[in-house]
């Protein structure tokens, strides 16, 4: 699944989650552009589970003899999406099926679209939809999984924290550092078939919706019989491999500081939770992010300040870098049996590694 990069050529810099190769480099997080790849004439260049039960088969692949890398960049869910399609001819309808997908899942599943499945839900209707009951299932999942520290049910709480609209339009000291209670999803969620009623508490399912948005795509595109990576705001799902031979796609972490941690291949999944990110001062004087503690109803008070997780699905990646984060060593040594790598640093800069990023530098 990972490897690590031969050291005989160096990287040139880039964002915490990103591709590379001796010739190319693309910046996934945050947006950049890559040099010696082709862009779809039909995007808006930006520059810089429970998915599905069968996994979705790869389909016919056609010749890669003169396939090259195509990309395309859009906003969606709050983050750029960023796609990367290994083919011989410009992938138009492949880039276009990705865009439609993104925009379903965030006309359906964001807290923030008035209208919306989610939206309605938190306002006390019982709501008969396929996608929102995926989603509730995952999420009650993903609380089982992580022992209560990845609940759906954080919103007063983050709303409370001064996280009621959208991040780029927050401006200023917000919210206030109170505790609020969070309920359990097995007393407040009610989903009977694909209907999902809420009977106290209100939900977000921003990150698990974007990790699993990740998935379906990176899947979609595979169906296609495409080598391609799919990245959402830093967590990324892989299929097939960047050129003939690789093995996968070259990826790398960095620090908050920038200086590069991990480097490597994969054709499977990252996802990167971090407190530096999303955060803003409070009105009375302290500072919150978007990392909701579910024990306590306040932002998560961890010696972490960034997690990445490897995974073979993106929605478990996203999961258990959550988890860890807001639980600290003991949720780390508890995600092991999970996962395939564990990267989580300190504010101080020390690096805890475990799996395949055990070895990087």
């Known amino acids: 699944m990972f490897s690590r990069r031969s050291r005989s050529r160096p990287i040139p810099r880039c964002g915490p ?7 190319r480099t693309t910046r996934l997080w945050p947006r950049a552009t890559r040099r010696g790849s082709r862009r779809s004439s039909s995007a808006t260049w930006s520059g810089g589970s429970a998915a599905n039960p069968s996994r979705t088969r790869r389909g016919p692949t056609t010749s890669r003899r ?3 890398l195509w990309e395309d960049s859009f906003p969606a869910m709050g983050t750029t999406v960023d796609v990367v399609v290994r083919s011989p001819e410009r992938p138009l309808a492949a880039f276009a099926s990705v865009r439609a997908w993104f925009g379903m899942v965030e006309a359906r599943l964001s807290r923030f679209r008035e209208g919306s499945a989610v939206w309605r839900v938190n306002r006390g209707e019982a709501i008969h939809d396929w996608m929102l009951a995926e989603l509730a299932r995952v999420a009650f999942a993903a609380w089982e999984a992580t022992e209560g520290l990845v609940n759906p049910l954080i919103l007063e709480a983050l709303e409370s924290a001064g996280y009621d609209e959208s991040f780029e339009r927050i401006q200023g000291p917000r919210g206030r550092l109170a505790a609020q209670p969070v309920p359990h999803p097995s007393a407040a969620i009610d989903i009977q078939g694909t209907t999902v009623r809420l009977k106290r508490g209100a939900i977000d399912l921003g990150g698990l919706a974007k990790g699993w948005a990740v998935d379906r795509a990176a899947e979609l595109l595979e169906g296609m019989g495409l080598d391609a990576l799919v990245n959402a705001g830093g967590d990324l799902r892989a299929v097939g491999e960047e050129a003939p031979g690789a093995g996968g796609w070259m990826v790398a972490i960095e620090r908050p ?3 590069v941690m991990w480097e490597g291949t994969t054709n499977a999944a990252l ?4 407190a530096m990110r999303r955060r803003w001062p409070t009105t009375d ?3 919150a992010h978007h990392l909701i503690d579910p024990r306590t109803g306040l932002p998560a008070n961890s010696p ?3 997690v990445t997780v490897a995974a073979e699905r993106c929605l478990w990646a996203e999961v258990w870098s959550k988890a860890i984060l807001i639980g600290g060593p003991e949720t780390l040594q508890r ?4 996962v395939s790598g564990v990267a989580a640093i300190r504010a ?4 805890e590694r475990w799996g395949c990023f055990d070895k990087g530098r």
């Open 17 to 23: 989650c990103r591709t590379s190769s001796s010739a």
């Open 66 to 68: 003169d396939s090259q």
């Open 257 to 259: 500081d920038g200086t």
């Open 271 to 274: 996802a990167t939770s971090s």
């Open 285 to 287: 004087g302290g500072w």
């Open 304 to 306: 972490y300040v960034q």
């Open 335 to 338: 995600a092991s049996g999970n």
């Open 348 to 351: 101080d800069g020390s690096v």
